[in-house]
């Protein structure tokens, strides 16, 4: 019989995955659901030390022994702290302690409550990581709760052993323990360089079994010739296809950009469920497209593997099951060499699908705005360049429109995703090549930034194209803040500012544009190379329309779902009848 709280049932379910059976428990109130679960569980091997300074000691010498993790748990507040000592010596001599420290409700810290000391990190230096679990009461507290517990267990062993803490919060607790059988959490496991070939080996049967498996990549700075040919070699044995977006700088066979074919506006959540794949396989940084929200939407019908060359535990689409702790180029090389024997026999059905739909994907006509700004500039951008995307618009636009090559290195500042500095960073670029250097930026993200100008080293290769629809056009793309009479004030920070004096004042060649014509005849000064100066284009548009423009390029190509359109369609109906004021009056009331 189990305790009812979940995160001490998540503990329970990964300690016995990965095989954990030494138990040292100390007798106190708080920690009694997880000692009275484990205690009539025939997988655990317990034993009670009712001081806990002792306790500690005791699995001290378990682990060392014993060579694997041993658990200790105890009570809150001093008997805690009675664990110090031993976990300092496990520290220095490498021993994998878990050390499970039950807590109060954090609301009542400070509070004079009795009991309860602040124990959140409270060993310091002296354990490999220390996590605080949720209190559950969500499927997003249960993922949370999934993957830090794996985080500390994969810890004790990782770049050498020791000790980890994880305290466990709770509102309260029952004495009784009636669940007939604890939760079932998804294990993670790690793959090293130096991980036996017979784990890597079961890594390969199942892979080499999947009919649909999905290459993620995102954002790289530098991708390496090798990897690029790997992954073509990858893509043709095991008859899949890369997905990644122009920061991602992938240039190999079988890549696509998902960023209008996945766009939550062109799929929905219903209609993207055929392309659920069974294998995730992700390397490299960020992804802003809206495939990174599908995939999570489905999350647990998958396995996602991460290549991640620290090691660490990203699991963005919430359903990580393994980490390979070593280079994409090593692990692709591996599986390429693995398969080669048998590529023939391959179901190539899933990746054809994807391809047709990915092929399907069609642009239309639009009126003058910060989107047929970008689509006319990026498909002239010449090979070899480098180009920056500050932040929003410049990246879902121009991965929109797409590139005329991948031959094009791509930045941007998404690690964070702020608003400062991408003019900055930009210069620092722009001075690495002899090549001319392209910046797409917002008039936030440039007033912003601006300083940025007068830096002595700017080459005069570099080329700035900077859309002022005079404020943070985000705001009016987004639905939720559409009809807001006040938006303007503050939130989208409307101005009437442009870029002439501060640009020209610094020795910049400056040329503006506020329609088609003249921003056609202005374009050709971006890629011309003979400027003795470096250039700035400032178009200027209007938020309003820059908006309306990307949402029916966006629903331009729209999927969905029978019964989801039909929901749509009859909305659009209603909508139409009672007008749009009265609809949101009646959604509000009716929530």
Same mark, same amino acid.
């Given at each position: 019989?189990?305790?009812?709280?979940?995160?001490?049932?998540?503990?329970?379910?990964?300690? &016995?995955?990965?095989?954990?059976?030494?138990?040292?428990?100390?007798?106190?109130?708080?920690?009694?659901?997880?000692?009275?679960? %484990?205690?009539?569980?025939?997988?655990?091997?317990?034993?009670? %030390?009712?001081?806990?300074?002792?306790?500690?000691?005791?699995?001290?010498?378990?682990?060392?022994?014993?060579?694997?993790?041993?658990?200790?748990?105890?009570?809150?507040?001093?008997?805690?702290?009675?664990?110090?000592?031993?976990?300092?010596?496990?520290?220095?001599?490498?021993?994998?302690?878990?050390?499970?420290?039950?807590?109060?409700?954090?609301?009542?810290?400070?509070?004079?409550?009795?009991?309860?000391?602040?124990?959140?990190?409270?060993?310091?230096?002296?354990?490999?990581?220390?996590?605080?679990?949720?209190?559950?009461?969500?499927?997003?507290?249960?993922?949370?709760?999934?993957?830090? %517990?794996?985080?500390?267990?994969?810890?004790?062993?990782?770049?050498?052993?020791?000790?980890?803490?994880?305290?466990?919060?709770?509102?309260?607790?029952?004495? !009784?323990?009636? +669940?007939?059988?604890?939760?079932?959490?998804?294990?993670?496991?790690?793959?090293?360089?130096?991980?036996?070939?017979?784990?890597?080996?079961?890594?390969?049967?199942?892979?080499?079994?999947?009919? &649909?498996?999905?290459?993620?990549?995102?954002?790289?700075?530098?991708?390496?010739?090798?990897?690029?040919?790997?992954?073509?070699?990858?893509?043709?044995?095991?008859?899949?296809?890369?997905?990644?977006?122009?920061?991602?700088?992938?240039?190999?066979?079988?890549?696509?950009?998902?960023?209008?074919?996945?766009?939550?506006?062109? !799929?929905?959540?219903?209609?993207?469920?055929?392309?659920?794949?069974?294998?995730?396989?992700?390397?490299?940084?960020?992804?802003?497209?809206?495939?990174?929200?599908?995939?999570?939407?489905?999350?647990?019908?998958?396995?996602?593997? *991460?290549?991640?060359?620290?090691?660490?535990?990203?699991?963005?689409?919430? /359903?990580?099951? &393994? %980490?390979?702790?070593?280079?994409?180029?090593?692990?692709?090389?591996?599986?390429?060499?693995?398969?080669?024997?048998?590529? +023939?026999?391959?179901?190539?059905?899933?990746? @054809?699908?994807?391809?047709?739909?990915?092929?399907?994907?069609?642009?239309?006509?639009?009126?003058?705005?910060?989107?047929?700004?970008?689509?006319?500039?990026?498909?002239?951008?010449?090979?070899?360049?480098?180009?920056?995307?500050?932040?929003?618009?410049?990246?879902?636009?121009?991965?929109?429109?797409?590139?005329?090559?991948?031959?094009?290195?791509?930045?941007?500042?998404?690690?964070?995703?702020?608003?400062?500095?991408? !003019?900055?960073?930009?210069?620092?670029?722009?001075?690495?090549?002899?090549?001319? /250097?392209?910046?797409?930026? *917002?008039?936030?993200?440039?007033?912003?930034?601006?300083?940025?100008?007068?830096?002595?080293?700017?080459? #005069?290769?570099?080329?700035?194209?900077?859309?002022?629809?005079?404020?943070? *056009?985000?705001?009016?793309?987004?639905?939720?803040?559409?009809?807001?009479?006040?938006?303007?004030?503050?939130?989208?920070?409307?101005?009437?500012?442009?870029? @002439?004096?501060?640009?020209?004042?610094?020795?910049?060649?400056?040329?503006?544009?506020?329609?088609?014509?003249?921003?056609?005849?202005?374009?050709?000064?971006?890629?011309?190379?003979?400027?003795? @100066?470096?250039?700035?284009?400032?178009?200027?548009?209007?938020?309003?329309?820059?908006?309306?423009?990307?949402?029916?390029? +966006?629903?331009?190509?729209?999927?969905?779902?029978?019964?989801? #359109?039909?929901?749509?369609?009859?909305?659009? !109906?209603?909508?139409?009848?009672?007008?749009?004021?009265?609809? #949101?009056?009646? #959604?509000?009331?009716?929530?």
């Amino acid at each position: 019989m189990y305790t009812s709280l979940k995160n001490y049932q998540v503990i329970i379910s990964l300690l &016995k995955q990965n095989n954990i059976r030494h138990l040292v428990l100390s007798a106190g109130t708080r920690n009694i659901p997880f000692v009275q679960s %484990v205690e009539n569980d025939s997988f655990f091997i317990c034993y009670s %030390v009712v001081d806990e300074r002792s306790a500690a000691y005791m699995a001290l010498g378990l682990s060392l022994s014993l060579n694997e993790p041993v658990v200790i748990s105890c009570t809150s507040s001093t008997a805690t702290c009675n664990y110090f000592p031993a976990i300092a010596e496990a520290y220095h001599q490498g021993a994998r302690l878990i050390i499970l420290t039950s807590d109060r409700n954090p609301a009542f810290l400070n509070q004079r409550e009795d009991q309860m000391i602040d124990q959140v990190g409270m060993y310091g230096k002296f354990v490999k990581l220390a996590v605080n679990l949720p209190i559950i009461n969500t499927n997003e507290d249960l993922w949370h709760c999934q993957r830090l %517990v794996n985080e500390a267990i994969l810890a004790t062993s990782h770049h050498g052993k020791g000790p980890v803490q994880i305290n466990i919060p709770m509102l309260a607790y029952s004495t !009784l323990c009636a +669940e007939m059988q604890h939760l079932d959490a998804r294990v993670i496991n790690r793959y090293t360089v130096e991980s036996t070939i017979t784990e890597w080996e079961e890594c390969f049967v199942k892979i080499v079994k999947a009919k &649909k498996i999905l290459i993620i990549a995102g954002q790289n700075n530098y991708v390496s010739e090798r990897l690029n040919k790997a992954l073509s070699k990858f893509t043709n044995l095991y008859k899949c296809i890369v997905l990644a977006e122009y920061m991602a700088n992938v240039d190999c066979e079988n890549v696509y950009n998902p960023f209008l074919p996945f766009d939550s506006h062109t !799929l929905s959540t219903h209609a993207f469920e055929p392309w659920v794949p069974e294998i995730v396989i992700s390397f490299g940084g960020n992804v802003m497209s809206s495939i990174k929200t599908h995939l999570r939407d489905f999350a647990g019908r998958y396995e996602h593997w *991460g290549i991640e060359e620290s090691g660490n535990i990203v699991d963005m689409y919430k /359903s990580l099951t &393994k %980490v390979f702790e070593c280079t994409p180029e090593y692990f692709f090389d591996f599986f390429n060499a693995k398969v080669e024997s048998i590529a +023939e026999m391959r179901d190539c059905t899933y990746m @054809k699908a994807m391809i047709s739909y990915m092929n399907s994907i069609k642009l239309c006509n639009l009126s003058f705005s910060n989107n047929t700004i970008i689509r006319d500039f990026v498909c002239r951008i010449p090979e070899k360049s480098i180009l920056h995307l500050s932040i929003n618009n410049s990246i879902r636009l121009t991965n929109y429109f797409g590139l005329p090559s991948r031959n094009i290195r791509v930045f941007a500042n998404i690690g964070t995703h702020g608003i400062d500095g991408c !003019l900055s960073s930009f210069i620092g670029q722009a001075i690495t090549s002899r090549q001319l /250097s392209f910046l797409i930026i *917002g008039d936030l993200s440039f007033f912003y930034d601006m300083g940025a100008m007068r830096i002595k080293h700017v080459p #005069k290769t570099s080329r700035i194209l900077m859309i002022n629809n005079y404020g943070g *056009g985000e705001f009016h793309y987004s639905t939720t803040l559409t009809n807001d009479p006040t938006m303007d004030l503050h939130t989208s920070a409307a101005h009437h500012t442009d870029a @002439k004096g501060w640009v020209e004042s610094i020795g910049f060649a400056y040329y503006a544009a506020r329609n088609n014509d003249e921003y056609q005849k202005i374009l050709l000064k971006l890629f011309d190379e003979s400027s003795d @100066k470096p250039v700035f284009v400032e178009v200027f548009s209007d938020m309003e329309i820059d908006a309306q423009n990307t949402h029916i390029l +966006e629903n331009f190509n729209r999927k969905e779902a029978v019964k989801e #359109k039909i929901h749509r369609i009859a909305k659009d !109906l209603f909508v139409k009848t009672v007008g749009m004021h009265n609809a #949101k009056r009646m #959604k509000n009331i009716f929530k």
